[in-house]
T-cell receptor, first 115, second 114 residues
Framework: QKEVEQDPGPLSVPEGAIVSLNCTYS??????FMWYRQYSRKGPELLMY????GNKEDGRFTAQVDKSSKYISLFIRDSQPSDSATYLC???????????????FGQGTILTVHP | NAGVTQTPKFQVLKTGQSMTLQCAQD?????MSWYRQDPGMGLRLIHY???????DQGEVPNGYNVSRSTTEDFPLRLLSAAPSQTSVYFC?????????????FGSGTRLTVV
């Protein structure tokens, strides 16, 4: 069983829809949670970063972490065609320092937003 | 700033050949790492470095070597290429210990081993 599970999709929605992307994990030691966005033929870029449980909002994006259920989500409101990309969740036990803050990634969800 | 530059962008190798994937960053980042991305597997850490002269193994290090003689460069060497190493390779750097800084990724090297 993978430490981090993510539905690979693909997910196809009309422009303006609310998108929900999810990951589950098995290691309760994870404390730092991230969402990366990856456009086709590009490297991933950090979209959202949260520590421990709770919500974080940034414009049209909201990240939620529920550590009791070992479940994280990314919501995209008023989705746009420019949001079409692969979304990867990532998590870490620690932030860095001498142990580097190794990230464990989900498999990625392919999202297409149709005009 | 160029960010993280990876060369080559595409490469085809024959089984048993060796090669070096180049990675350079111009942001003076301490942390650098190499990941491979395979369908259905996400990104997996191969090797990483927390500064010049310091490297360590990640999740899937077998068949790969790294060195970090300068802050800017972090090459990945394939010792004897195997078809299982067919993948997209990403180099990434991070400013410091805080994960909130985020990794800056290169655009990747697409490697096929035949």
């Amino acid at each position: 069983q993978k430490e981090v599970e993510q539905d690979p999709g693909p997910l196809s929605v009309p422009e303006g829809a609310i998108v929900s992307l999810n990951c589950t994990y098995s290691n309760s030691a994870f404390q730092y949670f991230m969402w990366y966005r990856q456009y086709s033929r590009k490297g991933p870029e950090l979209l959202m970063y949260t520590y421990s449980s709770g919500n974080k909002e940034d414009g049209r994006f909201t990240a939620q972490v529920d550590k009791s259920s070992k479940y994280i989500s990314l919501f995209i409101r008023d989705s746009q065609p420019s949001d079409s990309a692969t979304y990867l969740c990532a998590m870490s036990i620690n932030a860095g320092g001498t142990s580097y803050g190794k990230l464990t990634f989900g498999q990625g969800t392919i999202l297409t937003v149709h005009p | 700033n160029a960010g993280v530059t990876q060369t080559p962008k595409f490469q085809v190798l024959k089984t048993g050949q060796s090669m070096t994937l180049q990675c350079a960053q111009d942001m003076n980042h301490e942390y650098m790492s190499w990941y491979r991305q395979d369908p259905g597997m996400g990104l997996r850490l191969i090797h990483y470095s927390v500064g010049a002269g310091i490297t360590d193994q990640g999740e899937v290090p077998n068949g790969y070597n790294v060195s970090r003689s300068t802050t800017e460069d972090f090459p990945l060497r394939l010792l004897s290429a195997a078809p299982s190493q067919t993948s997209v390779y990403f180099c990434a750097s991070r400013r410091g210990a805080n994960l909130g800084y985020g990794y800056t990724f290169g655009s990747g090297t697409r490697l096929t081993v035949v």
